[in-house]
């Protein structure tokens, strides 16, 4: 099934837009949310809570790139889980402070459109990079693998991997810095 078709199940209200959702999408739900989550439980919670979500959300919401936005709902709900109940893998944490040099602080009212408009930046900064430098970036900072994890993904050495995250952190604040943010 198409992402579209399973929009259109969501916007016609059908019965059977959820278990059409969980057949397509459910293994690459789990995968996200096991990254985040150390309970299964936690995991098979958090699933049933973006089914729910998906639904209360489509319509109004029409996501344009459905799995990335998917991606997104699950991963915002997994973290605010692991927040919850203080059983999160350390390598979200790790990762978070990873980037903590490389990103501006964003408190304060005007925070939405600054972070639309960082958001925007770092998606243009990744686009410029290497298809395996955004590969592991993401893997690292957006799907929180381990170091370990995302070199083996990557095929390279934990050492070369390291390497490439300090670069890519260094080329990205020297962008964001040339860029205003920081």
Do not use: H
């Not at 709902?73 to 979200?92: F, K």
């Not at 459109?113 to 955004?134: C, S, T």
């Not at 381990?146 to 952190?169: I, N, P, Q, Y």
């Amino acid at each position: 099934m198409t992402d579209q078709a399973l929009v259109e199940l969501f916007l016609a209200r059908s019965p059977d837009a959820v278990p059409a959702l969980a057949a397509q999408y459910g293994p690459y739900c789990r995968a996200v949310a096991a990254q985040l989550l150390s309970d299964p439980r936690d995991v098979d919670e958090c699933l049933n809570d973006v089914w729910l979500a998906v639904w209360r959300a489509i319509p109004p919401t029409v996501p344009e790139r459905f799995q990335g936005w998917l991606a997104a709902v699950v991963r915002n709900r997994a973290l605010a889980m692991g927040r919850e109940n203080s059983r999160r893998p350390p390598t979200a944490d790790e990762a978070a402070l990873e980037l903590v040099f490389c990103l501006p602080p964003g408190e304060g009212p005007e925070g939405t459109a600054e972070y639309r408009a960082l958001a925007g930046a770092v998606e243009r900064f990744l686009r410029a990079q290497p298809k395996d430098i955004r590969i592991l970036f993401l893997r690292r900072y957006w799907y929180a693998d381990t170091v370990e994890d995302a070199a083996r993904r990557l095929g390279w050495s934990v050492s070369k991997t390291k390497s490439a995250l300090f670069r890519t952190r260094n080329r990205l604040r020297e962008y964001l810095q040339k860029e205003g943010f920081l």
